[in-house]
C-alpha cells in the first residue's frame, strides 16, 4: 500500500514538473505536496501518524502531563488581560486533538471560570485530521465548550483576543532549499529525468529569499562559509506569522518547536541544514523515498520569527525552553509525587520516563517556546509569567 501510494505520488509530481514552464519546481513545491497533497500527502493520510504506533511522538502523545501544564500557563493569559470574554484559544494545526483535550479537561476541572469564558478555534489544514478533531471533542465535550474550526481566510482580522498557540507545526512548513556554490547563491529544483526525481540549482524563485538573508544579516560569502553550503528558509513561516498578527486584535502568540536562534541556525559547520525525515520511528536525512509516505521537517528559526514578528507589529515578551517552562509550571512537582507512596509501583518507571521524556534536554526539553504579543499594555508585557521566569 505504502509502495503504491508512493509510486501514485511520485507520478503525480512528475506530470506536474512536465507541465510547468520551466520544467522544474522548487523544492518548497515538492515537500509541498509529500506533505499536504489532498490525494496522497502525508498529513491528508488515514493511517495513524503520531505516537507509538505512528511515525514520531511529540509532547501530546506521550502523556496528559504537556496539555494540562499548558493550560495553567493559558489562564495566567486570560488574567493577565483582566479575564475578558470570550477569550479566544485558538491552536494551530491541533493533530489528532489530543492538546486541545488535555488543554481543556484541565481547565474544566482547575479553573472552571476560564472554561465558560473560552471560545476555541481550531485552524487546521488537514481536512482528515479536523474530522478526527471534531469527533474526539464532541465526544469529551459534548455541547459544554464552544468550539469552531476555521480556515485562515474565514477569520476577520482584529477579531481574536486571547491566544493564537501551535505545537510542532511551523516544522513541517515546506522550505525553500539553498545552496551556496562559486559566490552565488542558487535555489534548488527538482525536475524529471526520465521518471526520476533529479535535483538541478538555478536563480532563486522569490525575492524573499534573498530579502530574508539581509534581513537577518546572514551573508554567506564569508570566508568562514564552506563551498556547497545547504540550508533552509522557511518562507511559509513568515506569511504565517503576517496572517496570525493580522487576526490577532490584542493578546499572545504562543511557539513550541525545535530550532535555533538565528546564529546557530546558519552556523558554518551546519553545512547540510537541519531536513529530517521521520518514517516508523527513525529518522533519516533523504526526502526523495518514501514519498507521501513520511514525516518531512527542519528546523524553525526563532530569531527570524522574532525579527519579522516586529516588523509585523508583534512584541517580543519572551523565549525559552521547553523543559524550564514545564519545571516552573509544576512539572517537578509532579515528579516528586512518584516517591509519595500515592501511585502504584508497576505505574512509577512509565511515569517517571513519560514525565522526563518532556525535559529530556537531548529531545522535547529542548524545545523552543516563543512568546510574542499584540497591543498588550506596559504592565502586561512586563508581567512576570510563571512559565517563563528564570
Known sequence: ????????LQKKIIELIDSSN??????ADYMNLCLYDSEYGYYNSENILIGKNGDFYTSTSLSSDFGELLAIQLEEFWRVMDKPTPFHLVEVGAGEGNLTINILNYLKTHYPDFFQSIEYIIIEKSEIL???QKQIIKKSFNKSV???WYKWEDIENNSLQGCIFSNELIDAFPVHLVE???GILQEVYLTNNEGNLTEVLGNLSTIEIEDFFKTLNINFSQDIYPEKYRTEVNIQALNWLKTVTK???KGYVLTIDYGYQGDKYYHPQRFQGTLKCYYQHRHHN???VNIGCQDITSHINFTALETYGERYGLSN????PQALFLMNLGLGDRISELSSGKIPIGEIIERRNQLHSLINPEGLGNFGILLQGKNLNKEQKNYSLKGFKY
Open 286 to 288: 533523504n526526502p526523495y
Open 22 to 27: 520551466q520544467k522544474k519546481i522548487t523544492f
Open 247 to 249: 487576526k490577532l486584535k
Open 180 to 182: 551556496f556554490n562559486q
Open 317 to 320: 515578551i519572551a523565549y525559552t
Open 146 to 148: 464552544i468550539s469552531k
Open 130 to 132: 479536523a474530522e478526527k
Open 1 to 8: 500500500m505504502t509502495n503504491n501510494k508512493s509510486n501514485l
